[in-house]
């Protein structure tokens, strides 16, 4: 047979390439994505293990431990979460554990004492079981034999039996819902749990943490909402289509008709948030102070909370001052007030916005205080930390306080805990008695036009705007129709309050229904030559929303009867501010705080979230000055030193 020279370079190929290939171990098609990539560990400082530990009821919950290489007899922190456990143990791709772990853990992390352990929830990332929000304890909500009590007894029995590397003390830490699950853990709490640091846990979710703020509806909630239950992972966002959210909002109407175009009915948590617009026994029965208030105080915990927290305002000082009463030696159950937003404890605490403190305010609570306070009841053989009961940041003066109790007027004299700030005709405020009379200010709301919470454009996803719309400068809305404004004159002296200011507004809507948000606000002098731009700032010490439905019960809501003077009662966020010689005092109101909350329609209707187009009316509203319906502001005034 003759070859052809094609063939015979054909041959001559497949003869080089067999050659070539006769000393390779690799076939060709073997798959390039090994079943498990083991990262090489020689120049780690630390070990990495990944456990799935079984819950009472066979469940297997995905849980990461860290710990120092040669690691003995070290103690465990713990955090229980639902914001995927792998992550949060991974800061960055680093031999290093202090590089691995979270920046707020620095302090603990670098001194190799302590092992740190993440866990998924149940439901979530890699954990097993179902998933339900800020899951109820086991009772009329929940009939299931679990709950993140159970499971973190659960977790906490398992980490003492066999991480061998451990002492068998086990302390908690986490945030936001993190810290819910550190509090959920107080309830009947494992022996080896012999400490907590809850920071800006979710306790209460109507009267002023994440879902509601006294009946009004959080619109940032929807994103939350979406990510954390349209899907196992958090890899799902609503495909809003808009980036201004004010006109998003605006576009689809009430609360329920944009839940519904963007398939909310499929998310069982949005359906009861739904269901449950009033204070029901839904939300009575979660709410966690009177439930953390019940428990023995057999755990010492340091409850932190941030004075500019724009998500969970509420549920630390509640937590903090239900359980008060039972610590009579004042050394179990302590407090810790700093100038952050939402979780800021755990970050870069050297400023906030515009305002500047004085240093890294987060890293020095957590060296000074945090540290040697867990220290003292994980580390054997650990000095007892001088830890004060209370300590708590000073805005206005920039500093920190040692104290014995909150609210610190109470704690230096409760005969005179509050000093009424009245509204004045003309636009002032101060503290003398408005004279009799029928005098008031009006404005119009429209529906259509709300007062925006922060300027234009507004973007939930924009996570920096977030975190600072509560300290920007409120000038933005100031002059608008529909809001009013109070000033006092220059202050000569400094006036200190310290606790939370109580609104008292006697105020009619010729609607029948109606929102009311008022702000006590610092008003910056018109030169600030440390700052240039702070002159003039108007600054938020503390601001909140009540729905005027709510004003006799928070149950039951009822209708507004109209062009009627009605009392509505209700507190404004902690503060602990110096207002300053040279600034001012303002107060502002207004009835709409939009995007975040949702719009009132001022047309009484049975739930809001579902109000039609036709339902959304404009009102005349009137905010009286006069007399014995002289609106006012408790301050917690104190005596500054």
């Not at 499929?266 to 449950?276: D, P, S, T």
């Not at 941030?306 to 004042?330: C, F, H, R, V």
Request: aromatic fraction near 12%; charge should be negative; hydrophobic fraction near 40%.
């Amino acid at each position: 047979m003759t070859i052809s020279r094609p063939m015979l370079l054909s041959l001559c190929a497949c003869a080089v390439f067999a050659s070539g290939l006769a000393g390779a171990v690799t076939p060709p098609l073997a798959p390039d994505i090994p079943k498990k990539f083991v990262v090489p560990q020689a120049d780690a400082d630390y070990v990495r293990r990944e456990e799935m530990i079984p819950m009472r009821d066979g469940v297997k919950l995905y849980t990461v431990i860290l710990m120092p290489k040669g690691a003995q007899h070290l103690p465990i922190i713990l955090t229980r979460t639902p914001y995927n456990a792998a992550k949060r143990a991974e800061r960055s791709v680093s031999p290093h554990i202090t590089g691995a772990l979270p920046i707020g853990d620095e302090v603990f992390a670098g001194s190799g004492e302590y092992i740190r352990v993440f866990q998924d929830v149940r439901g979530k990332h890699k954990s097993e079981g179902d998933y339900v929000m800020t899951r109820p304890l086991r009772g009329p909500l929940n009939d299931s034999k679990v709950d993140h009590s159970t499971d973190a007894y659960d977790t906490i029995d398992w980490l003492v039996k066999h991480v061998k590397e451990s002492n068998g003390k086990v302390g908690m830490i986490g945030s936001s819902y993190e810290g819910f699950t550190v509090l959920m853990a107080l309830v009947n709490p494992h022996p080896a749990l012999k400490v907590a640091v809850p920071m800006s846990p979710m306790v209460d979710g109507w009267k002023g943490d994440d879902w509601f703020h006294n009946g009004a509806f959080r619109q940032t909630n929807f994103d939350y909402i979406y990510g954390q239950t349209a899907a196992k992972d958090d890899s799902m966002a609503v495909p809003r289509g808009a980036f201004d959210d004010y006109a998003n909002f605006l576009k689809y109407g009430s609360a329920g008709d944009y839940a519904r175009h963007f398939g909310f009915e499929q998310l069982g948590f949005w359906n009861k948030i739904a269901e449950h617009p009033a204070y029901d026994a839904y939300w009575q029965q979660q709410a966690l102070d009177p439930v953390i208030a019940a428990q023995p105080l057999a755990v010492p915990r340091m409850i932190v909370a941030s004075l500019w927290d724009q998500e969970d305002m509420y549920g630390a000082i509640a937590t903090y001052e239900a359980t008060e009463p039972k610590d009579g030696a004042n050394d179990r159950n302590f407090l810790v007030l700093g100038p952050w937003r939402h979780s800021g404890v755990n970050y870069d605490g050297s400023m906030l916005g515009a305002l500047k403190f004085n240093g890294d305010t987060a890293l020095q609570f957590r060296r000074d205080v945090m540290k040697p306070f867990l220290d003292t009841y994980l580390k054997d053989g650990a000095a007892k930390a001088d830890t004060p009961p209370v300590f708590v940041y000073e805005t206005g003066t920039n500093r920190w306080l040692r104290e014995t109790h909150w609210p610190l007027a109470c704690a230096r004299g409760c005969a005179a805990t509050s000093k009424p700030l009245y509204l004045h005709a003309g636009g002032r405020v101060d503290f003398s008695v408005p004279a009799a009379g029928g005098a008031f200010d009006e404005y119009v709301s429209d529906p259509a036009k709300p007062v925006p919470y922060q300027p234009r454009p507004v973007h939930f996803e924009d996570s920096d705007a977030w975190r600072r719309w509560l300290v920007v400068d409120q000038r933005f809305v100031d002059g608008r129709p529909d809001v009013l404004t109070y000033t006092s004159d220059v202050l000569t002296a400094p006036l200190k309050i310290a606790g939370a200011p109580v609104v008292n507004l006697f105020a009619s809507t010729s609607g029948s229904d109606s929102d009311w948000v008022v702000k006590l606000i610092d008003v910056y002098p018109d030169e600030v030559p440390a700052q240039a731009d702070l002159g003039g700032y108007q600054l938020g010490v503390a601001m909140d929303i009540f729905r005027g439905r709510y004003r006799d019960s928070l149950e039951h809501p009822a209708p507004i009867p109209a062009d009627t003077v009605q009392k509505y009662r209700f507190e404004l966020p902690n503060a602990n501010h110096v207002f300053l010689p040279g600034h001012r005092i303002m107060v502002q109101v207004q009835s709409s705080w939009f995007p975040l909350y949702d719009r009132n329609p001022q047309t009484f209707v049975d739930n809001i979230f579902f109000a039609k187009p036709g339902d959304y009316r404009k009102a005349t509203q009137r905010v009286h000055v006069a007399g014995e319906q002289a609106s006012f502001i408790d301050l917690p005034v104190v005596r500054t030193e």
